[in-house]
């Protein structure tokens, strides 16, 4: 893969690593330009606090060590208490050229949700390093009424990227 401009990757570079194996689980009518949004499954914990896995921990055992309770049958998430789900989407390997941020759609600010992404080994909300590998999980507080969340919705986007794309002040001038 090599791409002739940097910055936050393309639709159809994201969709042509898809296609060579790179990402998982990643549907078409998700992928934006510059972005995807992953879908949560329904394989989701309530938890007694927000936590980040250790470097050498993935989010499962991470789950494990902070006492989560498994959900079942699409409960009521309830106002100020913290539940992570996991996503479809899998990264079996992020090219070394290329990291990713996270952030919340905006539908999931305009229905107050609190959404973060962990990854697997990365003690670090909302970012996905270079030659990332492993799954991919959502932190979500519903801060104002309750929801319900089905397995399919995307909360969050995931922006790829091949270099930095933050202004520096001469640039910002």
């Known amino acids: 893969f090599t791409m002739k401009y940097g910055g936050a990757l393309s639709t159809q570079f994201i969709l042509d690593m ?82 990713a941020y996270c952030n919340p759609k905006s539908s999931s600010s305009r229905i ?11 003690s670090r909300y909302d970012y996905i390093p270079r030659g990332y590998s492993g799954s991919l999980w959502l932190m979500i507080v519903p801060r104002t009424f309750p929801v319900i969340l089905s397995p399919g919705i995307a909360l969050n986007q995931i922006r790829m990227c091949n270099q930095d794309t933050r202004f520096d002040e001469s640039r910002l001038e």
Do not use: W
């Open 112 to 122: 107050d949700l609190h959404v973060r992404l962990l990854a697997d080994r990365i």
């Open 18 to 99: 898809v296609e060579q194996g790179f990402l998982d689980s990643i549907r078409r009518e998700n992928v934006r330009p510059g972005s995807f949004d992953p879908v949560l499954t329904d394989e989701g914990y309530r938890v007694p606090g927000a936590f980040l896995p250790g470097p050498e921990e993935d989010v499962r055992t991470a789950l494990s060590r902070v006492g989560a309770t498994s959900l079942r049958d699409r409960p009521i998430l309830e106002v100020g208490c913290i539940y992570v789900f996991r996503l479809e989407t899998h990264i079996n390997k992020l090219l070394d050229s290329m990291y």
